[in-house]
């Protein structure tokens, strides 16, 4: 039997909504044990500082932490209601990241991509593990909430620029308003949103005058965070720098985003040589470069980390949505072989996360826990060496934790070695 009417089927959005979130309980519900790791702390310090009213002046003072403000806000919250562990605060990453896929989900009213591609790439987002850092370090969330609001402006735009009414237009206006309260990232969001005006050829008196006020926003925001440049934290700490070879980043942070699912639905795709696919691909190209480029100026690794490919895995979700519906049909008869490729896919990106990277975040939490055990033993003011983590993170987690003030703590910066260690101070 072929796969007849896939490429026309709607999704109802109670069913997508079932199963986006199965496929999100499935891949990440192992990761909800986990404590707070390192800079956990160091959100839930500055969320403390920071989130309350009367902390808002200080923290729009503040060059870096305003451009995370939301995520702030958000922990302070969550903090206050459920205290400072880990699982409010992850569940409530876990909660954004399928409202995430929802957003991936609403792409299918725009004709070009349509409703079977959007669901079966916002599905593939829902386990995805090349992003998973996002969803799991709580600290990441920032990546989470600019995805939120940066997708919402785009979709918003979509609709207004269809006739949908000026309403939408100030959901755009706020989207981008909260998007750059979240992250630096989204200045790129006039840009994708020229892409669909662009793409779906709307005479430019239409659209120019509502994206010029975007820009000029985008223009304000960058500004500022460049005249603060001397006090910023990232133009000082080496993570950072316009020199940086962000050409060779922004290529081997492609080719590992395609790597492995990507490539299959590359080849699969133009094997099809459908139409349909090459359009959502040029597409999604576009999305995936442009939400690149805010983070390819990074100088502590030779690619994009993997909290920082979200974004940009929503464009490499919806080529391997584009694979599937556009693609297997015309390759074979059998709806086995859908079946087959579903299974594949979330087995793959389930077992990869459970087996390898569950370990590696126990592994990161390892040096804070044992120090909140260490400090839990000794009734003595505690002095820690050759800790991995900045001392801040120390501070944070015997404060936060409620072990020790500051004042009873010492760190070592001179004692050499790798491994971490703590003993009671002698004063």
Not at 30 to 54: H, M, N, T
Not at 67 to 72: E, G, M, N, P
Not at 125 to 143: K, T
Not at 234 to 248: E, I, K, Q
């Amino acid at each position: 039997m072929r796969l007849a009417g896939l490429e026309t089927y709607r999704p109802s959005t109670g069913r997508f909504a079932l199963a986006a979130a199965a496929l999100c309980l499935l891949a990440y519900l192992p990761f909800l044990q986990l404590p707070l790791i390192a800079d956990d702390y160091l959100q839930i310090g500055l969320a403390r500082k920071y989130g309350s009213w009367e902390g808002q002046k200080v923290l729009f003072a503040d060059a870096l932490y305003r451009c995370r403000a939301t995520s702030l806000w958000v922990t302070w919250l969550i903090d206050r209601l459920f205290g400072p562990h880990s699982l409010p605060l992850a569940l409530f990453c876990l909660f954004l990241h399928l409202c995430n896929c929802a957003l991936v989900f609403l792409f299918g009213s725009w004709r070009r991509i349509g409703w079977p591609v959007a669901a079966a790439g916002a599905l593939f987002f829902a386990v995805y593990e090349g992003h998973q850092e996002a969803v799991v370090w709580i600290s990441a969330m920032p990546e989470l909430l600019v995805f939120t609001f940066g997708t919402i402006c785009v979709i918003a735009w979509m609709r207004w620029l269809n006739g949908n009414g000026r309403g939408w237009l100030v959901v755009v206006y706020f989207g981008f308003v909260f998007a750059l309260l979240s992250k630096e990232s989204a200045v790129v969001v006039p840009a994708l949103l020229a892409i669909y005006a662009y793409l779906e050829k709307i005479p430019w008196r239409r659209w120019f005058a509502a994206l010029a006020v975007l820009g000029m926003l985008a223009a304000i925001y960058v500004y500022f965070i460049f005249v603060a440049q001397r006090s910023h934290l990232h133009f000082n700490d080496g993570t950072f720098s316009l020199s940086a070879p962000f050409p060779w980043t922004l290529l081997v942070s492609i080719g590992r985003l395609f790597w492995f699912w990507g490539a299959v639905a590359l080849i699969v795709g133009l094997w099809s040589r459908s139409a349909e696919f090459r359009r959502v691909g040029q597409f999604a190209t576009v999305w995936i470069v442009i939400t690149f480029l805010p983070y390819v100026f990074l100088t502590y690794m030779p690619r994009v980390p993997s909290r920082h490919t979200y974004w940009a895995s929503a464009g490499l979700s919806l080529i391997v949505g584009a694979a599937i519906v556009q693609g297997l049909p015309r390759l074979t008869d059998r709806r086995v072989v859908l079946a087959g490729v579903a299974a594949a896919i979330i087995a793959h990106n389930c077992s990869y996360l459970w087996i390898k990277k569950l370990g590696q975040y126990r592994e990161r939490a390892r040096p804070t826990e044992e120090l909140l055990e260490f400090s839990r033993r000794s009734p003595d003011p505690v002095r820690v060496r050759c800790f991995p983590y900045g001392s801040d993170i120390v501070f944070y987690s015997l404060e936060i934790a409620g072990h020790r003030q500051r004042s009873q703590v010492e760190i070592d910066p001179h004692t050499a070695g790798q491994a971490y260690c703590f003993s009671a101070r002698e004063d």
